[in-house]
């Protein structure tokens, strides 16, 4: 499951993400579940920030099944290559962690509760990105990592 804050609305990212859902449906059940984001004006103080922060973090804690393995995108999160992100989902498998949910937090990140509850904490790289932008990299990331474990071509 990947575990997201907002709605998507760009139609060119619903197109490329419903192309590697439809990929993915091949090696697993991948469903993708949107929490509401809230509504912040540009200026924020950091009060206010970690108020929007925990009510979207309520929303995403709600929604974890107990007995999923949590991975959760963070910037503070470990970075690994395609085939060491491979490497981890087959082991997951392997030792019965069936139930994955990755977390994509809003547009401020994540509250430190939905990061407490986390069992991996993912980094993509030190860059920021667009939440909506990385629910389409994760996917293929994803994607590619079923490619590499059943040892079939891939782009490099």
């Not at 470990?78 to 981890?88: G, R």
């Not at 509760?113 to 993509?124: H, K, T, Y």
């Amino acid at each position: 499951m990947v575990l997201t804050v907002g709605k998507l609305k760009e139609k060119y990212l619903k197109q490329a993400i419903d192309e590697y859902v439809k990929r993915l449906s091949t090696y697993a059940k991948i469903e993708i579940m949107e929490v509401a984001d809230e509504k912040a004006p540009d200026h924020l103080s950091r009060q206010e920030m970690e108020q929007i922060k925990a009510k979207e973090g309520e929303r995403l804690l709600a929604r974890i099944p107990h007995d999923a393995y949590v991975i959760a995108l963070a910037i503070e999160g470990t970075m690994k290559s395609s085939e060491q992100f491979a490497e981890s989902l087959d082991k997951l498998a392997t030792y019965g962690k069936s139930k994955v949910v990755f977390i994509i937090g809003g547009s401020l990140g994540l509250h430190r509760q939905v990061i407490q509850r986390a069992d991996e904490l993912l980094s993509f790289s030190k860059m920021t990105f667009p939440h909506q932008l990385m629910r389409l990299i994760l996917l293929e990331q994803i994607y590619r990592a079923f490619r590499i474990n059943r040892g079939e071509p891939y782009h490099r």
